[in-house]
């Protein structure tokens, strides 16, 4: 019932598409969505989720789980980050995925909706540490569209990795068009 009032919304009233599956049987990932250029991205994340019918994470600075919208970031798979806390960030969540049997990472390489030209390495190094694929996901909103790109798996050459993710985000526009993410 769920699933059907999310397709409902996102295909019939927004008229959203989405390209590309996500390999169910991959239940450890670390998914970059790019570009991440407004808070609207966010109820286009939990609808694409509850279409996919997966359960799909994601972390957020622990201001957002605080009484009463923390309680629902918790359900709908949020878990807090204390990014001023003097810990490996890369560390502390590659080994959530070590005590976790479905861990599927949603993160934002640009780590602010603002207009960036440099990705952050965390997610990189989270996937790496943690053996898992990367599965890259782009909300172009000029198009509409949820793509799913194929897993791919770190060789840990993280400049000719990245060259051939953010390949994958070209001509990808963002909510706030003029944020979108330009390869450089």
Known sequence: MKKKLYQFIFFKLMGWKIVGTLDQNITKCVIPVVPHTSWH?????????????LEINFVG???????????????VGGAPLNRFRNENKVDAIAKIFEQKKVFRLAISPEGTRKK???????????????QVPIIPIAFDWGNKEVIIFPAFYPTGNKDADFE????????IQGKVKEYSFTKE
């Open 116 to 130: 960036v030209n440099e990705w952050k390495t965390g997610f990189y190094y989270i996937a790496l540490k943690a």
């Open 41 to 53: 991205d966010f109820y286009i994340g939990l609808l694409t989720r509850g279409i996919l019918d």
């Open 61 to 75: 600075k622990k201001e957002l789980f605080a009484f009463p919208f923390g309680l629902y970031f918790k359900w």
């Open 164 to 171: 051939i993710l953010k390949d994958y985000f070209s001509g």
